[in-house]
Structures are given as structure tokens and as C-alpha cells.
């Protein structure tokens, strides 16, 4: 059973570009969070989302962040026009739908966005 | 204010020794979830041990260990016996039920040392 799988690993972006992050839950799994990570900081929720639902949004920056999880496909993190503060580990993790199993994430190995 | 508290940013243990790592929280919720992680280098968050709030007994792991204080809201860790391979950040993390979702809040990590 493969695991939680984000991808790029990398992403450079210059000020003003687009960025996408793209999470793979573990199979089986509904339930995606995102995650933002600074450097030698604690992990800041961002928003969790259920296929084709946005449940809590409230970590998420009005302006320029969107996420989705559709129906087939991965989740996906868009960051639009971006700028050197946005420059951070994304990490996504996933739960089962049934998460009275054991209640935690699986997590993926994060993205990591360098913004020049 | 839904916190977690990690008041040691890093800490050092010589091999073979044991080292607790304390963690505070706060929620006005009586049923949830607490979790440590561990963070190695390779940055992937692996879980280490979980506790149900309801449960008095504390969750032994192997080598790891809690001490649940839940009137004090206090989560620490016992790392027994070091080894090399412990090092890493240690996130104290909780779980709450909040309109129906699921909310999990991280404290901002522990870095762990271990020395040969």
C-alpha cells in the first residue's frame, strides 16, 4: 500500500509565477490536510478537504491559495503570483474515512518551494 | 485558544540514556487525540505514539513512552535506551472534533540530539 505521494519533491518558482502541488492520499484514504512548514518552525495547518469539499479553510490565505480534491485525481495546492515569503516545505497528509481506526495522518514527504 | 506548547526547542541525550520531552496543550474539548511525531532529517513525519484522552493508561510504544497528565493537560515523551537514528524534530500534536470535522494542531517541535 503505497503511501502518502507528493509531487514535485522540488519546485523553484521566480516572484509572480504559478505554483502546484500535487498530493496522492494513501489509497483508501478520503481525507487530505495541507500543511505549511518554515524553516525550524512547527507545521501550520492550511485546510482540509474531503473529495470535491472544502471542510476548513481557515489556515489558508484568502489571496493567491486555492486548493482542490476532486473526484479522480490527486489534491491539488495552488499558489498564485507567488513571492519570497511563500517559500516553505508543503506537506500533505491523509486519513481513512473511518478515522475512529487510530485518529492520525500519514503523511507525505513534502514539497519543498523555493521562490527566487 | 486551541495550543499546543513544546517549551523545549531542542535537547541533547547520550546514547543509551533517557530523555523526556514535555508538551502542553490546550482545548476546552474532553475527547480527543494526542500524537507525537517524529521528523528525521528526510523530513517524512512518521508517527510515534498516539493516546486517546479517555484512557488513563499511558501508551507505551517499545522504547517510548507517555506521561498523560489530562487535568494538567501535559503529553510528554520518554525516549528509553537512545539510539543514533532518534534524532530528529518531535512534534506534540492533538486532534479535536470541531462542527463535525476533524482539527489537528501542532506545537513547533522538539530537535533531538543524540550523542555518541
Known amino acids: 500500500n503505497a503511501g502518502v505521494m507528493q509531487n514535485p519533491r522540488h519546485l523553484v518558482r521566480r516572484r509572480g509565477q504559478e505554483a502546484r502541488l500535487r498530493c496522492s492520499p494513501m489509497?483508501?484514504?478520503?481525507?487530505v490536510y495541507w500543511y505549511r512548514q518554515l524553516p525550524e518552525e512547527g507545521l501550520k495547518f492550511m485546510v482540509y478537504?474531503?473529495?470535491?469539499?472544502?471542510?476548513?479553510e481557515s489556515g489558508m490565505p484568502k489571496e493567491r491559495f486555492s486548493a482542490e480534491f476532486p473526484k479522480e485525481g490527486p489534491s491539488i495546492l495552488r499558489i498564485q503570483q507567488v513571492v519570497r515569503g511563500d517559500s516553505a516545505a508543503y506537506f500533505c497528509?491523509?486519513?481513512?474515512?473511518?478515522?475512529?481506526?487510530?485518529?492520525?495522518?500519514?503523511f507525505g514527504e513534502g514539497s519543498r518551494l523555493t521562490v527566487l | 485558544a486551541q495550543t499546543v506548547t513544546q517549551s523545549q526547542p531542542e535537547m541533547s541525550v547520550q546514547e543509551a540514556e533517557t530523555v523526556t520531552l514535555s508538551c502542553t496543550y490546550d482545548?476546552?474539548?474532553?475527547?480527543?487525540?494526542l500524537f507525537w511525531y517524529k521528523q528525521p532529517p528526510s523530513r517524512q513525519m512518521i508517527l510515534v505514539i498516539r493516546?486517546?484522552?479517555?484512557?488513563?493508561q499511558n501508551a507505551t510504544e517499545n522504547r517510548f513512552s507517555v506521561n498523560f497528565q489530562k487535568a494538567a493537560k501535559s503529553f510528554s515523551l520518554k525516549i528509553s535506551d537512545s539510539q543514533l537514528g532518534d534524532a530528529a524534530m518531535y512534534f506534540c500534536?492533538?486532534?479535536?472534533?470541531?462542527?463535525?470535522?476533524?482539527?489537528?494542531?501542532f506545537g513547533t517541535g522538539t530537535r533531538l540530539k543524540v550523542l555518541a
Open positions: 497528509a491523509s486519513s481513512p474515512e473511518d478515522r475512529y481506526l487510530t485518529g492520525e495522518l500519514f
Open positions: 489509497k483508501g484514504h478520503s481525507h
Open positions: 478537504l474531503q473529495k470535491e469539499n472544502i471542510i476548513d
Open positions: 482545548t476546552s474539548e474532553s475527547d480527543y487525540y
Open positions: 493516546q486517546e484522552a479517555y484512557k488513563q
Open positions: 500534536a492533538y486532534r479535536i472534533t470541531t462542527s463535525g470535522t476533524y482539527k489537528y494542531i
